[in-house]
């Protein structure tokens, strides 16, 4: 028999959750002895793995136990509810033969048939326990009549019946079924939980387990106690017979390497290098990684990244994502992972998700690379201004009036790169030159991006449209882009950055392109 139906718990206190122990306990010792008070319905919610079903025959086995004492002083005591798991009522319970207690699934059984049968036989007195009890597995599965015919139910119960309705998916269970119910939520397990869940599966089969070894199973069990139960049973059985180490652990799931393969993408996404990020999926490919667990794995990684960026918990792996950037790649990723089961190349989604996130992202490296390159030769220590350059140009130009050179000097502009002095020239009716006004928004847009990346990635899908000397006008392609600009923090230093490039105090003005 499998680990996880082996060691299923059998009473409130082998209940690895915390929190559920607690609220059970809390619940049935008001209703003890008698447990003619206790609530006539339950709701257990969660994610699949975390014992919902389990704990509704524990319940069922507390309201019915023939076999517990309650004298004074064991009232007194939190196990003074627990069930003996040795009276008949018990027994045949957790053997599930039990003739008053029901399980139902609601994924076969999801009709209204179903449910006027199971509303016909409720008013038949129990044939041996004290109370009926129904155990409705995945409810959310019901039809919306079947719903309505259980609401009819469980408004007006009899007193011999108690419902536990289980479910994965508690926002498709209707309101008025929600309001009828005790809920319990069953979250995720923790770490130290699910280690707890472990051991005692360790100890009961005779196991030689490091404790480092646990916590790593815990962490690929993702919060699931059935997941991590079935990760022991297959180390177990790669083991044959030696001890359970990190060692085996990494040759069954690639934990390491997986870890490795993690890092390595949100690097290379960070730097968006597309050969480099293609090369960690291609590597993982071929050491026979679930490409479906990496993608889930890195964004669970950039996810956590995220939260950190806002000020919530710490992250796993650091790289040089702005909240925007990881906005962006989740987006994709999350896409990638929704076509995974469609694919026929198992890696295909992710591959597209990193083409797509790195796109054009060499050609803007070079283009960045030699906006540093001229930056650093046009100008010195302080850093490129289009005022210098502008001085610089009206001194050639000046030089040249002296020596008898009437020619225009627009005209004689050199035609090059447009951040050389050589052409951020005025037209001889005094106006800025259009070569002038492309240098100066390619140096707002490098100013701006030291301050914030993101808004130097909204500057460039904008455009200078006018300048008359004391405003400057910025073209934004879209309502989103205007937003961004205008707000105060942004507002203020693009204003700095320009009156600084500029040299003269000036207004800037942002419009939407019509």
């Known amino acids: 028999m499998v680990y996880y139906r082996t060691y299923r718990p059998q009473k409130i206190s082998d209940l690895d959750s915390e929190a559920v122990r607690r609220k059970l306990f809390s619940v049935l010792q008001v209703a003890a002895p008698t447990f003619l008070q206790i609530p006539h319905a339950f709701l257990f919610t969660g994610p699949k793995g975390l014992g919902k079903t389990s ?31 040795e009276c008949q009522q018990c027994v045949s ?38 109370k009926k009890v129904y155990i409705i597995d ?12 259980l609401l009819k139910t469980l408004e007006e119960p009899p007193s011999h019946a108690v419902f536990i309705l289980c479910t994965t998916e508690a926002h498709k269970v209707p309101a008025t079924i929600l309001s009828r119910c005790l809920h319990i939520g069953f979250k995720r397990a923790t770490d130290d939980e699910l280690v707890r869940a472990l051991q005692r599966i360790v100890k ?70 597309l050969q480099a990020s293609i090369a960690v999926v291609s590597k993982a490919t071929d050491a026979g990684t679930d490409m479906s667990y990496l993608l889930s794995e890195l964004i669970e990684a950039l996810h956590t990244l995220l939260l ?15 909240i925007e950037d990881l906005r962006e790649l989740l987006a994709l990723l999350t896409k990638a992972a929704g076509e995974m089961k469609y694919t026929v190349v198992p890696s295909l989604p992710l ?46 130009a000046k030089l040249k009036a002296v020596n008898g050179e009437e020619q225009d000097v627009k005209e004689k502009a050199v035609k090059g790169d447009p951040s050389e002095v050589s052409i951020l020239n005025y037209a001889a009716r005094g106006d800025h030159s259009q070569e002038w006004i492309d240098a100066l928004w390619k140096n707002i847009i490098i100013e701006i991006k030291s301050h914030n990346h993101m808004i ?59």
């Not at 919306?144 to 015919?149: D, G, K, P, R, S």
């Not at 139960?229 to 060692?247: P, Q």
């Open 55 to 85: 704990t509704a025959r524990i319940v069922a086995k507390v309201i019915n136990c023939t076999g517990r004492t309650h004298s004074a002083k064991r009232l007194a005591q939190s196990d003074s509810i627990e069930p003996c798991n």
């Open 351 to 396: 591959e597209l998700a990193l083409v797509s996130w790195c796109s054009g992202a060499q050609e803007l490296r070079i283009k960045n690379e030699e906006l540093r390159i001229e930056k650093k030769e046009t100008v010195g220590k302080e850093g490129v201004t289009v005022a210098s350059m502008r001085r610089e140009a009206g001194n050639i």
């Open 456 to 514: 130097a990635g909204v500057l460039r899908s904008c455009r200078i449209v006018s300048y008359d000397r004391k405003v400057l006008t910025i073209e934004a392609a879209a309502s989103f882009h205007k937003e961004k600009l205008v707000e105060p923090k942004t507002f203020a230093a693009l204003l700095a950055v320009c009156e600084k490039l500029i040299g003269n105090p000036i207004e800037v003005s942002i419009t939407l392109k019509q």
């Open 204 to 273: 009961g089969e005779g196991l030689k387990i490091d404790e480092q070894t646990l916590h790593e199973i815990a962490k690929l069990a993702d919060g699931g106690f059935r997941d991590g139960t079935k990760i022991l049973e297959e180390l177990v059985a790669l083991s044959d017979g030696k001890d359970i180490n990190a060692a085996l652990l990494e040759k069954g799931y690639q934990v390491t390497s997986m870890n490795q393969s993690i890092r390595e993408l949100i690097d290379a996404c960070a730097e968006k290098n």
């Open 138 to 149: 995945e409810v959310h599965m019901l039809t919306t009549e079947a719903f309505n015919a």
């Open 93 to 130: 319970i957790t053997n599930g033969t039990n003739l008053d207690v029901f399980e139902i699934d609601a994924a076969s059984n999801r009709g209204i048939d179903e449910i006027r049968d199971l509303k016909e036989k409720i008013r038949l007195s129990p044939v041996s326990a004290q």
């Open 308 to 322: 950190s960026r806002v000020g919530v918990g710490e992250a796993l792996f650091v790289a040089e994502l702005e």
